[in-house]
C-alpha cells in the first residue's frame, strides 16, 4: 500500500514513522519547508524515544519519504491522513482551517479512489465538512473521482508514542461505506496480528470517542487533585487514598497520581472543545467545567506553599526549578505546569533557575531569559533558597540529598510529584513540603 500523511508534527510523524515500521510506502508532507529538509537531514521536530532512531531505519531502506509537495504525494495513494494541528481558538473551539484546506488541496490533486482519514483531534462533524471540501475541490475540476472520507483518531501518550501505536489498546476507525472499512482493515492489518482489537464505528462516534477518551483520563486527574488537597487539610495521606482506591477494579491504578495539573496538547485543548461543542449545542458539560477549573487552579498550588513557607517575602529568593515540560520523556511545554509557577515566581521578585533533560530550548520560546538554564539539575541547586520539582524526570528520582543539600543556601524542597519520602528528607535536615499530605502532620480538629 501507499500512504500520505499530511502534517508532520507529533501525531503525523508518529503516525507515518510507524506504518512504514511495518513495511508500508509512506510519504510524510508539510508546508514548512525547513522542517522537511531539517527531516532529510535526520533532525526531527519534536523529541520522542526512540523516533529518531526509528526514521533513520525507515529513510535508508526507502520507506519513509518526505516532501512539501502535496500534489504529488497524493496521486496514486490508497490512504492520505489528515494530521495537522487543530490549534484551541479564544471560546475554546477547535480551529479546523488547517484541516479544511488540506482536504481542499487533496481534492486538488487525487487521481484515484482513496480514504481520506482525519487523524487530527476534530469536533463531531468535522468528517462532513472534510467531504463537502473535497466535492468543491473536485466539482471545480469536473473530475468525478470516488473517495471516502473515515475518522481514525489517535491515543498516543507523549514518551510512549512508538509503542502505542506498534502495540495499541485499540484502534478506533470511523467509516461511512464497506469499502472504506475494507482499505482501513488491511492498512492496519500488521497491528492485528498480536491481538490488537480494531474497532469501527460511525463516523461521528469516532470523532466523539477522542475528546470523550482523553476528558474521562482529564477528569481522573482533577478528581484525585481535589481529594487530594482536602486530604491535605484533614491530615489524610493521598498516596494511602489513592493506593486504597486504586485496588478498585472499577477505578484502577492510572491517571490517579495527584500533582500540580495536566497539561500539553491534548488534555487542555480537548477537554475546552468538549464542553465549547455542547455548549454549541445547547448543552452545558458541568463536570468537565469543573475538571477544568480544577486544573487551573492546581497549577498554583505549588506557589502557594513556597508563598505559605516564607511567610509570603519571596523577594530576592533564589529558586531551582527542576523539570519544565509537562510530562517526562517530552520537551512539550504546551500548557505545562512550569509556565504558571514560574510566572508567578518572577512576579513575586524570584530569580529561577531551571533544568530539564529536554525540554529547555522549547521553553525558551516562552520564558526567553527570564530565567536562567543549568547545564544540569545539581547546578540549579547552587545557593538557592528552595528547590521545586515540577516534572517527574527519572533524572530526578533518587538524587544524592547529601550532595543537594551541600549545594543548596536553604535545605527546602517542594515536590510537585510526591516522588520523595517525607521521613528520609525530613531525617536530613530538609524542610519537605509535597501534594495532598499535611506536612506537620497534625491531627485535624474534630467539629
Known amino acids: 500500500?501507499?500512504?500520505?500523511?499530511?502534517?508532520?508534527?507529533?501525531v503525523g510523524l508518529v503516525t507515518g514513522t510507524c506504518f512504514a515500521e511495518v513495511g508500508i510506502d509512506v510519504t510524510c508532507i508539510d508546508i514548512d519547508e525547513k522542517k522537511i529538509a531539517n527531516l532529510h537531514k535526520g533532525i526531527l521536530p519534536i523529541y520522542e524515544p526512540g523516533l529518531e532512531e526509528m526514521v533513520s531505519r525507515n529513510v535508508e531502506k526507502g520507506r519513509l519519504h518526505f516532501s512539501t509537495n502535496l500534489g504529488e504525494a497524493i496521486r496514486g495513494c490508497d490512504v492520505a491522513f489528515?494530521?495537522?494541528g487543530t490549534p484551541p481558538g479564544e471560546d475554546g473551539s477547535a480551529d479546523l482551517k488547517y484541516v479544511l484546506a488540506v482536504a481542499r488541496g487533496i481534492g486538488e490533486n487525487m487521481t484515484d479512489y482513496s480514504v481520506i482519514v482525519t487523524k487530527s483531534t476534530v469536533p463531531v462533524g468535522t468528517a462532513a465538512k472534510v467531504r463537502a471540501e473535497l466535492e468543491k475541490a473536485l466539482e471545480k475540476r469536473g473530475a468525478a473521482i470516488e473517495f471516502d472520507v473515515a475518522s481514525n483518531p489517535e491515543f498516543l501518550k507523549e514518551g510512549a508514542a512508538i509503542d502505542d501505536f506498534l502495540k495499541p489498546d485499540r484502534i478506533v476507525v470511523g467509516v461511512?461505506?464497506?469499502?472504506?472499512?475494507?482499505?482501513?482493515?488491511?492498512?492496519?492489518?500488521?497491528?492485528?496480528?498480536?491481538?490488537h482489537p480494531i474497532i469501527f464505528m460511525d463516523i461521528p462516534s469516532a470523532e466523539m470517542t477522542k475528546y470523550?477518551?482523553?476528558?474521562?483520563?482529564?477528569?481522573?486527574?482533577?478528581?484525585?487533585?481535589?481529594?487530594?488537597?482536602?486530604?491535605?487539610?484533614?491530615?489524610?495521606?493521598?498516596?494511602?487514598?489513592?493506593?486504597?482506591i486504586g485496588s478498585d477494579a472499577r477505578i484502577g491504578t492510572k491517571f490517579i497520581y495527584p500533582g500540580i495539573g495536566y497539561g500539553g496538547s491534548c488534555f487542555p485543548k480537548d477537554v475546552k472543545a468538549l464542553i465549547k461543542t455542547a455548549a454549541e449545542n445547547g448543552y452545558d458539560m458541568?463536570?468537565?467545567r469543573a475538571v477544568e477549573s480544577v486544573n487551573e487552579n492546581q497549577k498554583s498550588v505549588l506557589f502557594d506553599k513556597v508563598s505559605r513557607h516564607f511567610g509570603g517575602e519571596l523577594r530576592g529568593l533564589k529558586i531551582a526549578v527542576w523539570g519544565?515540560?509537562?510530562?517526562p520523556k517530552t520537551d512539550d511545554m504546551r500548557e505545562a505546569p512550569s509556565?504558571?509557577?514560574?510566572?508567578?515566581?518572577?512576579?513575586a521578585g524570584c530569580t529561577v533557575t531551571a533544568y530539564d533533560p529536554v525540554a529547555m530550548e522549547e521553553a525558551k520560546h516562552s520564558l526567553g531569559d527570564s530565567i536562567t538554564y543549568a547545564k544540569d539539575e545539581f547546578a540549579t541547586l547552587i545557593d538557592a533558597d528552595a528547590l521545586l520539582v515540577v516534572t517527574e524526570w527519572p533524572d530526578f528520582r533518587a538524587p544524592n540529598f547529601e550532595v543537594v543539600?551541600?549545594?543548596?543556601?536553604?535545605k527546602v524542597i517542594f515536590d510537585g510529584r510526591n516522588i520523595y519520602e517525607a521521613k528520609e528528607l525530613k531525617a536530613l535536615g530538609f524542610a519537605y513540603h509535597c501534594i495532598g499530605i499535611k506536612t506537620d502532620h497534625k491531627e485535624p480538629a474534630l467539629s
Request: hydrophobic share 50%.
Open 405 to 410: 543539600g551541600r549545594l543548596m543556601k536553604q
Open 286 to 288: 458541568q463536570v468537565l
Open 324 to 327: 519544565l515540560s509537562f510530562k
Open 212 to 244: 470523550a477518551a482523553n476528558s474521562m483520563l482529564a477528569t481522573k486527574i482533577s478528581f484525585m487533585n481535589d481529594v487530594a488537597n482536602l486530604c491535605e487539610i484533614m491530615g489524610a495521606d493521598v498516596n494511602m487514598v489513592r493506593r486504597g
Open 339 to 347: 509556565l504558571v509557577i514560574i510566572e508567578k515566581l518572577l512576579a
Open 176 to 195: 461511512a461505506s464497506e469499502r472504506a472499512e475494507k482499505v482501513m482493515r488491511k492498512l492496519y492489518k500488521p497491528f492485528l496480528l498480536n491481538g
Open 82 to 84: 489528515i494530521a495537522v
Open 1 to 10: 500500500m501507499k500512504i500520505a500523511v499530511v502534517g508532520t508534527g507529533y
